[in-house]
């Protein structure tokens, strides 16, 4: 079959496209930017990827006729902006306009579950997307996911940063909610059982684990599991706003996130019951197999996709290909150069900057900068990195986000995503010489940028002159 599969950047996304090009389907790729599709992992027979801005309806056009099944998995909770409603409105609807165009049988949403009168904004705006689907040509199958658990998944992130940094926690009341939690593994099983299957053409299904818990039982499950001991105290006198921020403060959530988050967690998530399990053969993992198996893939460092690497700037979403050339009018830079010693080493190093394993010099200096960011809303130096080895374009690298990750130029370039007056690029960059050339760039905006600039001068030169050092072995 031609499969279109959109979000494919995304967490969800990049665990089913090796799914489906399992069985031998050619997938049609949707990103807003073909330098974040990973072209190594796959066969480039079995795929073809566009080039896709859905809230710009022009781009749609790319989208082939020859289409039998297409995955619906384009979410905006997480925009700065805060009117994620607007866009996934606009984005549904551009998206059933085009498909309405080709031969398209079936699409598949994945939606959030809605069982209350007054629900969050977040699940509104699901509910919404589905209405526009489900008023088209083609058929909608529609599954409905509360929290996901799987490495890399958000709440799964969320709730390890509580449980491992936390030895006691003052909680907002909404962690006596209840909600059916459910796997990764599980949500990928019923987003590939589902297509082609015309029982379930036009028709919506809740999809949940097996186990019915509150958060904070699933807190303490999870420390259970972690063989830690961890005590939490439910008081009603914390508002959604202090809520949102006790979340943003002590995990690597966005606030954005946070405050959504936070709203969604007010409403109660239990699946209605369904037989689409048993229709499948899809044997449901509880709520503790699914923390061990996220831990599994964790440890053997094979996390497929992190909700992190999907928390672009908002400069970020106009295509990594905008910012890819870094800039030299107007701007200031810090350039240091080295004589590598052992190329091998070195390329090493820089592929695993950054995250746990720190950045080489000053990393006191690094967490400081990341913590005053984080003050003023930015991502701070939370995310850290998906993997502590390899790197990719698109990814989120602390307050970071890799533009550039090419061994055979051995060049990496970073964009940064902190709260800044200006813009700022650092780039690490070996040379046939075997000079290692480390760039920093910013472009200030007006007075306030050129007086940051000239404020962090004096770190700038303490900090990069160590790091470089370091990285060539010195």
């Not at 499969?3 to 049609?28: D, F, M, N, S």
């Not at 909404?174 to 459910?182: E, G, S």
């Not at 908002?314 to 107007?330: A, F, H, R």
């Not at 984080?374 to 998906?386: A, H, W």
């Amino acid at each position: 079959m031609n499969i279109l599969l959109t979000g494919v950047t995304g967490y969800i996304g990049q665990r089913l496209l090796p799914v489906l090009l399992e069985q031998g389907h050619h997938v049609v790729c949707c990103v807003r930017d073909a330098r974040r599709f990973k072209y190594h992992n796959y066969n480039k027979n079995d795929i073809t990827v566009i080039e896709v801005d859905f809230l710009n309806p022009e781009t749609l056009k790319a989208i082939p006729e020859n289409i039998d099944v297409a995955y619906y998995l384009i979410h905006s909770m997480s925009t700065l902006s805060g009117d994620f409603e607007n866009m996934e409105e606009h984005c549904a609807q551009y998206f059933k306009e085009r498909l309405d165009q080709t031969q398209v049988k079936q699409v598949v949403y994945l939606s959030g579950i809605v069982n209350e009168i007054e629900l969050s904004r977040h699940l509104t705006s699901r509910k919404h997307v589905e209405d526009i689907l489900s008023d088209a040509d083609f058929a909608l199958t529609t599954l409905r996911a509360g929290i996901i658990v799987g490495s890399g998944s958000a709440s799964f992130e969320i709730i390890r940063d509580l449980v491992e940094k936390l030895p006691a926690m003052i909680t907002p009341k909404w962690l006596k909610t209840r909600c059916q939690p459910i796997g990764i593994r599980n949500v990928i099983q019923f987003l590939d059982g589902v297509k082609d299957k015309s029982e379930t053409y036009g028709q919506t299904y809740d999809i949940g684990g097996p186990d019915i818990l509150t958060y904070k039982e699933m807190l303490l499950r999870f420390a259970k599991i972690r063989n830690l001991k961890r005590y939490i105290w439910v008081v009603p006198v914390m508002t959604p706003k202090i809520s949102s921020y006790w979340l943003y403060f002590v995990t690597s959530t966005s606030y954005a996130l946070a405050k959504n988050l936070v709203n969604s967690m007010k409403v109660e998530v239990v699946c209605k019951p369904n037989n689409l399990a048993e229709l499948l053969g899809i044997t449901l993992l509880d709520y503790d197999t699914s923390i061990r198996l996220a831990f599994g893939k964790i440890e053997q460092n094979q996390v497929i996709s992190s909700w992190k690497d999907a928390l672009t700037s908002e400069t970020l979403n106009k295509g990594i290909s905008q910012y890819i050339e870094v800039p030299v009018n107007g701007c200031f830079t810090d350039i240091r150069k080295e004589k590598v010693i052992d190329i091998s080493t070195t390329m090493n190093k820089i592929w695993s900057i950054g995250g746990q394993n720190g950045w080489y010099y000053g990393d006191f200096l690094w967490g400081l900068r990341g913590f005053i960011d984080q003050l003023f809303g930015g991502v701070g130096m939370r995310r850290g990195r998906k993997s502590p080895t390899e790197i990719h374009s698109g990814d989120a690298l602390d307050f970071w986000r890799v533009l550039l990750a090419d061994k055979e130029e051995k060049r990496l370039l970073l964009y940064a995503e902190m709260k800044l007056p200006g813009e700022a690029w650092l780039e690490f960059k070996i040379d046939d010489k075997n000079n290692l050339t480390q760039t920093a760039t910013f472009r200030p905006l007006g007075v306030m940028g050129r007086l940051y600039w000239y404020a962090v001068l004096p770190f700038h030169g303490f900090i990069f002159n160590g790091m470089i050092k370091k990285l060539v072995g010195r």
